[in-house]
């Protein structure tokens, strides 16, 4: 066999592996083979497959498995995630993101994208890309995925007025995501020098006017976004909105901000060719939008954004950062924690846009998009903790609540309705008494002989009281 036809036949049966992330067995594969593909044949071809390293074996006898060389993404089929995975060196290479873990389908587009731009085949706009996708029917974020979401952006203030776990955390909010968004687009500022300007107006000395105007840019529109999070929606106006705060300032032409473009614009480092026609692109960015604002699940809604918006280029320049901060919109609307792209690889998420623009694939996109959010609710998780405020009205009733589980205990009662509503001191206000009440019971319910000093109890009074009435 010559070798030509030998690696085309090799990397044929390769393709059809990587479309089985849990693992394809050699009957379905045969299924798929031309009708002159014995079943020899392709034993030999997977076993050549196995010794290059770029296909594993799992399994035994009818059970047998083939999946790509690679490591899984945490989110799904952790059946494949076993210790029988080999790395190839080169899916090593294409897989080691500090942090992030990669699916078999975002390694394989990262191995296209990674290619030389001459290999790379030219491509234009895929209308059937997005008429292929029905809201509440197609899911780029399977169930699973979306449940753990769901589960890490949960926040306290989940049934409150939308925006409110926005506002909560604004200040912290704003340097984050100005920070973060800007530097995927190249901006050398650092978090200090972001928080330096955002709070206290002091620009950086050393910095481009330009990389200065776009994190001011971005606090614009990030505090439209929170202060506005009742009337802004998944529309038009909306988006345009965005682009309008977030390219002012950084346009040639001054008339191109907020004005979705009439021009042709090409893709740096890409072979994807946006749509050309205005027409098309007004009627398709009305489309992208309505399709979006049907979509239910607020993180489904959030991810569509993140891959139609971009992929469209409804604008001259700055899609990319009007498309993070769209894709923040749902999540700020059901009180969800915000997606602030830290420590998000640079050249991983221009490589996840490539996926997208020239293969009309969101895997890897998805990847950088679980990992992303992951990272952004761990860092609000603990902004939380520190933003806890003190309860004002026990602070207001301190001494009321010391004297009343004073009195109980020394007068030796029992913990109940009755005996603190006897007890209730005057000092407290009849419309507050309700949840005075329930403030007491929550204190005893954490009080011990250690703590009870702090309302003037001796540890042997307590342990004398405890004893006569548990």
Not at 359 to 387: G, K
Request: proline content about 6%; some cysteine; aromatic content about 8%.
């Amino acid at each position: 066999m010559p070798k030509k036809a030998a690696t085309q036949e090799l990397d044929q049966v390769h393709s059809l592996i990587a479309r089985y992330p849990e693992g394809i067995g050699v009957d379905a594969l045969l299924t798929q083979m031309s009708n002159n593909t014995s079943r020899r044949t392709l034993q030999r071809r997977l076993n050549n497959l196995v010794q290059d390293q770029r296909i594993v074996c799992i399994g035994k006898g009818p059970a047998t498995r083939y999946v790509l060389a690679a490591v899984t993404a945490p989110y799904i089929a952790p059946e494949i995630a076993t210790n029988h995975l080999i790395q190839s060196p080169r899916a090593a290479y294409l897989a080691h993101i500090p942090g992030i873990t990669l699916s078999v389908e975002g390694i394989d587009i990262r191995a296209h994208i990674s290619q030389p731009r001459e290999k790379r085949t030219p491509v234009g706009y895929n209308m059937a890309f997005l008429e292929s996708y029905y809201p509440n029917y197609t899911f780029y974020l399977p169930e699973t995925l979306r449940t753990q979401l769901h589960s890490m952006g949960r926040s306290p203030t989940q049934q409150t007025q939308a925006g409110t776990f926005a506002r909560d955390i604004l200040s912290r909010l704003l340097i984050d995501l100005s920070w973060a968004s800007s530097k995927l687009e190249g901006n050398t500022y650092s978090w200090l020098d972001t928080e330096r300007l955002i709070a206290h107006g002091q620009a950086a000395d050393d910095k481009d006017a330009l990389e200065t105007q776009m994190i001011l840019n971005h606090k614009a529109a990030i505090e439209y976004l929170v202060h506005n999070s009742e009337q802004v929606g998944i529309n038009p106006d909306t988006v345009i909105a965005l682009h309008a705060m977030l390219a002012d300032g950084l346009m040639t032409d001054p008339l191109t901000v907020g004005r979705l473009r009439n021009c042709p614009v090409g893709i740096g480092g890409s072979v994807y060719q946006p749509l050309t026609v205005p027409q098309s692109i007004e009627e398709l960015f009305g489309i992208v939008l309505q399709m979006a604002d049907e979509i239910e699940d607020p993180f489904e809604q959030s991810f569509f954004l993140m891959v139609h918006l971009p992929y469209l280029q409804p604008f001259e320049d700055v899609n990319k950062r009007v498309s993070r901060l769209a894709a923040n919109i749902p999540l700020i609307r059901h009180n969800l924690c915000p997606l602030t792209f830290l420590d998000v690889p640079q050249q991983l998420y221009v490589d996840a846009l490539l996926g997208v623009y020239e293969l009309n694939r969101i895997e890897l996109l998805r990847d950088v998009y679980f990992a992303a959010y992951h990272r952004s609710s761990q860092q609000y998780a603990a902004t939380r903790r520190e933003m806890a405020q003190p309860d004002t009205f026990r602070m207001r009733y301190r001494q009321a609540l010391a004297e009343i589980i004073r009195n109980i205990i020394q007068e030796n009662l029992p913990v109940n309705e009755n005996t603190i509503r006897q007890h209730l001191p005057i000092s407290v206000a009849e419309t507050d008494r309700p949840r005075f009440m329930t403030l007491v019971q929550e204190e005893f319910k954490s009080l011990h002989a250690g703590n009870a000093i702090r309302f003037g109890v001796r540890p042997l009074v307590f342990e004398g009281w405890q004893g006569r009435t548990g």
